[in-house]
């Protein structure tokens, strides 16, 4: 499902084929209890890439954040614009997270499942467009797969110690811990809480 030009996943193709194991129809459980005690003012804007079929974009949204959701699959945007479209806070817009530049930075980027998602060789990538993304002091809060990275996927694990290494220095680590996870991923998954150094 690799396209052969760009060692990248064709996602309209995986979204059109039903082929959408990420997707359990629900936002993250580890999310949702974070947003349960967390102490965001309401102003906080939120940038979820890689937001598929928006759950857990909609999740912002119905707390009262102002919420944009950013995926590659214009068919995944169709589908989380049916779902969710009717709050008034959120919005799906078609974005390369890794190349395309905001017109505005966001206050928080909520990751999960777009990491693990992309060719390991892009990771660098990944680490320098968060901070294009998000202003300074921003916060950075994710949900990663944590189990040995190999040639097959996605997804790509990756440890705690890894993921560490790539983002501190630009960032500081608030907080990391195990969350509550979806049936089946057991062990799998981390979370952690950055901050944006100024």
């Not at 079929?53 to 950013?70: L, N």
């Not at 479209?85 to 974005?95: C, D, K, Q, R, V």
């Not at 505005?104 to 990771?123: G, K, N, V």
Request: proline fraction near 8%; charge should be negative; include cysteine.
């Amino acid at each position: 499902m690799l396209n052969r030009m760009t060692n990248e996943t064709n996602w309209d193709q995986r979204y059109e084929q039903q082929d959408t194991p990420w997707d359990k129809g629900e936002p993250a459980p580890g999310l949702m209890d974070w947003l349960k005690k967390q102490s965001l003012e309401l102003e906080t804007r939120v940038l979820v890439p890689g937001c598929g079929r928006g759950h857990d974009a909609s999740a912002w949204g119905k707390k009262g954040f102002e919420t944009t959701g950013m995926d590659l699959s214009n068919l995944a945007l169709a589908g989380a614009r049916e779902n969710y479209e009717a709050l008034p806070n959120l919005a799906f817009f078609p974005g390369n997270f890794l190349e395309d530049e905001p017109e505005e930075p966001y206050d928080l980027i909520f990751e999960h499942t777009l990491y693990c998602a992309i060719s390991p060789d892009r990771r660098d990538d990944y680490a320098k467009a968060l901070p294009r993304w998000l202003k300074p002091g921003g916060y950075f809060l994710g949900i990663h797969f944590i189990f040995p990275l190999s040639e097959e996927g996605p997804p790509f694990g990756a440890s705690r110690e890894e993921i560490i290494s790539r983002f501190q220095g630009k960032f500081t680590l608030l907080d990391d811990w195990k969350p509550r996870h979806f049936e089946g991923r057991k062990d799998e998954e981390w979370m952690f809480l950055w901050q944006l150094n100024p």
